[in-house]
Nanobody, 126 residues
Framework: QLQFVESGGGLVQPGGSLRLSCVTSTFSLEYYTVGWYRRDPGKEPEGVSCMSGNGASTYYEGSVQGRFTISRDDAKNTIYLQMNSLKPEDTGVYYC???????????????????WGPGTQVTVSA
């Protein structure tokens, strides 16, 4: 498993946008299935959006469909999450993960047991 450092979070008003980034210096991201996860207080992180190793397939959790976009730059070992039209319920700590053990993007967003990085806090509030 790769370890990441996430960034880009902050405090934003409802309707605003943020772009999260996570970068790994451990190994090349090439061919890894990747995902973004959100941890709500008192809960384990849950998948928000995931992308296949070749970038051809993506999955979005229902509440973020049409508002969030996942992308990757393997040359920079970086995964991005563009978050638009943010809502208070998007608030949480966001983490990323990658693995070659899972190839289906929906399975990736349901997977658990990753070694989480520090995460980045997103707070959506007026």
């Amino acid at each position: 498993q790769l370890q990441f450092v996430e960034s880009g979070g902050g405090l934003v008003q409802p309707g605003g946008s943020l772009r999260l980034s996570c970068v790994t210096s451990t190994f090349s991201l090439e061919y890894y299935t990747v995902g973004w996860y959100r941890r709500d207080p008192g809960k384990e992180p849950e998948g928000v959006s995931c992308m296949s190793g070749n970038g051809a397939s993506t999955y979005y959790e229902g509440s973020v469909q049409g508002r969030f976009t996942i992308s990757r730059d393997d040359a920079k070992n970086t995964i991005y999450l563009q978050m638009n039209s943010l809502k208070p319920e998007d608030t949480g700590v966001y983490y990323c993960a990658a693995t070659r053990r899972v190839t289906d993007v929906q399975d990736m967003c349901r997977a658990a047991g990753f070694r989480w990085g520090p995460g980045t806090q997103v707070t959506v509030s007026a």
